[in-house]
Structures are given as structure tokens and as C-alpha cells.
């Protein structure tokens, strides 16, 4: 049987069993049986390439983020980041809305997980926002968009796992996430402050009540500064980072702040691996159905349609990217989504000439918007769940803040030098750069 007539099949088989309602690992795998049964491959070499997927040192990194936002959550830390934000920005119009902006973007910089952080901010300021008068739409809304920030900025679970398995900078990916998940978090800020409710708007925190909170949350918050730092200095690799990040909780915040969570510390661990075998089991039949794709010459197939519309334009080739991001991201997540495209991604990386760094963070910020596109939306139908509201309804109140991801995508597509201005500047040969022969300072690629 052809190899087009195969991956048709693989990818209908898929697409079937997912809308049933099969979790997407067994869908996935389906499709890799027939498509193994379909073809010569044997089902011992898809059993071992599923092995393959999750024997990768640096996904080690993913336990232990996610273990330090579970500890930041269960041990009730997040309160004092939450009492910073209203300092800070709750007297703003909008109240709540911008302290959810801006909780997340405190905690998506400890715990890399979109899931986590609509967990905790839907747990932490979900009833508030009910009990001021918000809308429950709107409530979720808000809470999934302002979440995707952590798909960004560092420790991002996402970006580790592109990294990963691209063979592309993972400290390079960190420091070029951080323009556009900044101009999300900002972005979302002036939404609310012109289009969204007014909200219960509280006085201005004097100095000295902004610098008690900052004080009050200053032990969570030097979680982010140790991963940078560690990272920028070269003391730890981003697998290295999420171990100290947990010594830190374990040794120093909950003894200092919540003394009494020391007995439930176990079962947060235990929990923080249970959720790990989540993205896992994906991720092995991720890399499975990924390599069946490349054997069966899926990515050239579409790769070369791609650059007969594109040529090398770079611009193109990513608009394009992004198109196909956007609808594959509808309906898978984003970990299967970057493992199963990635022979692709690099295919059409090396057709255009583009970064590899700039290529991953524009697809890194196209697969946060599909967190909350219909029909899949994850956080979006998280959210929805945590507030009390169907998805339908939370979907509608989300559609207008799509145009603070489209105008991010746009920038970050168009402006490379913008994105990458940190990583040259931080880590230049994470984004290409090489010593200068002269002996001072580094050469960069335009």
C-alpha cells in the first residue's frame, strides 16, 4: 500500500478514535498500529521508539517543575504572590482581572505548566471574581488566556520539551519566550483596562503596604531568579534548575512559611508524578507516530507543498507554520503536536534560513493560542469546568481576546531581532552566534 494512502489512514484512525472521546496517547497509538500493520515496519521497532521518546535526560526537567508548582499550590504559598498582585495593580480598572494577569505572570515563572497555573489561579481568584460581581464567562476567560503565559516564559514545560526534542537551545528558548509572553501579559492588561468590566476597583496601596507584600512573597519569588541565574551563569542545566528550584521549596520556603505542610510534602511528590505520566504515555506515543510520519515520508510530503507555495521566504514559510499549527493545536496539545511535526519543523527551518530559536517560539506562542481555540481548548475547558460555566460560553467571552495572540504571533514572526535581542545578548551561542575571531565579543547570524 502507498505511503500517502497510509498516512491518510493512520491520521483518520486518529481523528476517529479522538473524537470518540479515547484519551489522545491510545488515539495516537492506533494510528501508529495501523500504520505499522499497513506497512513493513514491525510492531517491536514502534515499541522501541515509543522507549525512545521518553529516554531524554532533559525531559527530566518536566517532573520537577511540575512538582514545584504543586508544592507552591498545596502549601497555600501562592496566597502571598496573590496579595502582591492586588497591591500592585488592583486598583487599576479592572481589579481582579489584572491581578489575575499579573499572578500569572508571577507564578507561570515557577511552575512552566498552563495547567497548573489554571488550577491554581481559578482555586485562588475564581471566587473572589464571582463574589465581586464578574461575570463567570468572562472569569474563565480571562483566567485561561492569562495562563498560556507560562507556555512563554521560563521554566516553560513546552519549551523544554521542543528543546528536547529539536536538539534546539533550551536556554536560548527561555530567554526569547520572554518578549512575547510579556506582550501577552500586557496585552491582556489593556484589554481589560478598555474592553473588559470595570470590576470592584480598590484604593492604591501606599508604599509601604506594596513593599510589606513584596517582602511577605519574597521567598516564592526567588524560585524565578534561581532558575535564571543558575541557568544565565551556567551552574545548572534547565533539568538541574527544577531540582534546585524543589530544594528550595522543600528546604527553605515550607519551613518558613507553612511549617505544618512538612508531613503532606510526600504526598505532593507522589501526586507530582502521577501527573507526570500524563504528558509521558503522550509523549512516547508522540514520538512513535512521529517517526512513523518521517518513514513514511509524511513530513517531505508536506514540506515540500509548503515551500511550492512559500519558496524560502522565511516570513511565508512561518505564516504558513502557523496556519498549520493553529488547526493542528485545535485538536491535540502541544506536546504530541511539537513531537509528532518536529521532522517537519526542522525541514522548513533549513529551507528558510530561520533561527531555530525563532522558529520554536513562534510555535510555541501559536500552540498557547490554540490552549483556548475550539474545539479542543484545554485551559479554556479547564477553566470553564473550575468556574461553573460551559465551554460554549466561555468561548465567546475568550474570542476577542484572540487579538492580543494574533498581534503577538504577527510581532514575533516579523520582528525576529525583537525576540532574540535577549538571547544574543544573555546566551549568544544558544541562538547561533559564534566568538569573534578578533577574540571580543561574538558574530551572530542576520
Known sequence: MSAPVVLALMSICFLSFGYLGVPVPFSLMAGVFIGAILSDVSLAAIIQKIFDGVDSEALLAIPFFLLVGELMSSANVVVRIANLSVSLVGHIRGGLSQVVVVFSMFFSEMSGSTTADVAVMSRALGGPMKREGYEPAF????IASASTIAALVPPSITAVVYGAVGNVSIAGLFMAGVVPGLMIGFGLMIYCYFFGPSGLRKPR??????????????????????LLGGILTGWF????????AVAWIVIVVIP????GHIRKIPYDFCLAGLIFSLPLITIGAANAFGWMLAYLR???YIAEWITSIAGNDPHLIMLLMVLLFTVVGD????VPTIIIFMPLVNALTEAGDINAVHMGVVLIATLAFGLITPPYGLVLLMASKFVGISFAKALRAALP????????????????????WLPRHVLPESVGCFKSPAGTGYICPQ
Open 256 to 259: 518558613a512559611l507553612n511549617r
Open 139 to 142: 472569569i474563565a476567560a480571562i
Open 237 to 244: 542545566t534547565p533539568t538541574e534548575a527544577g531540582v534546585v
Open 331 to 334: 485538536f491535540i496539545e502541544p
Open 205 to 226: 496601596a501606599p508604599l509601604r503596604q506594596v513593599v510589606f507584600a513584596a517582602g511577605d512573597a519574597a521567598l516564592p519569588l526567588m524560585i524565578p531568579v534561581i
Open 401 to 420: 481576546i484572540y487579538v492580543v495572540f494574533l498581534a503577538t504571533i504577527a510581532f514575533a514572526i516579523y520582528f525576529p531581532s525583537v525576540v532574540l
Open 298 to 300: 509524511g513530513a517531505t
